[in-house]
């Protein structure tokens, strides 16, 4: 289980905390939230089964897990920016 990944992401003179948090291999699954002011603005669980099912090593699966947060982290910057989420 990783431990998961925040960010603070500003735009249009707000602060967002972006936060992803790893739900375990039980689930195989992480959550993506954005926070604003201590309000969820908006969440989604992103599921990674696919990534266990590779049955890498613990290194390299944690590595594919965290890009895949990163990846996560940057497609709610863009919606973010492009007023999708606000």
Not at 21 to 36: I, K, N, P
Request: aromatic content about 6%; overall charge negative; glycine content about 8%.
């Amino acid at each position: 289980m990783l431990a998961g990944v925040n960010k603070v992401y500003e735009h249009g003179g707000r602060e967002y905390h972006l936060q992803v948090e790893d739900l375990g291999v039980e689930q195989a699954c992480f959550e993506v939230r954005v926070y604003d002011k201590g309000t969820v603005l908006w969440r989604k669980r992103v599921p990674y089964a696919e990534v266990l099912q590779k049955a890498l090593p613990k290194g390299e699966q944690e590595e594919e897990l965290l890009s895949l947060m990163e990846k996560a982290l940057h497609t709610v910057q863009a919606a973010i920016a492009k007023g999708k989420l606000t």
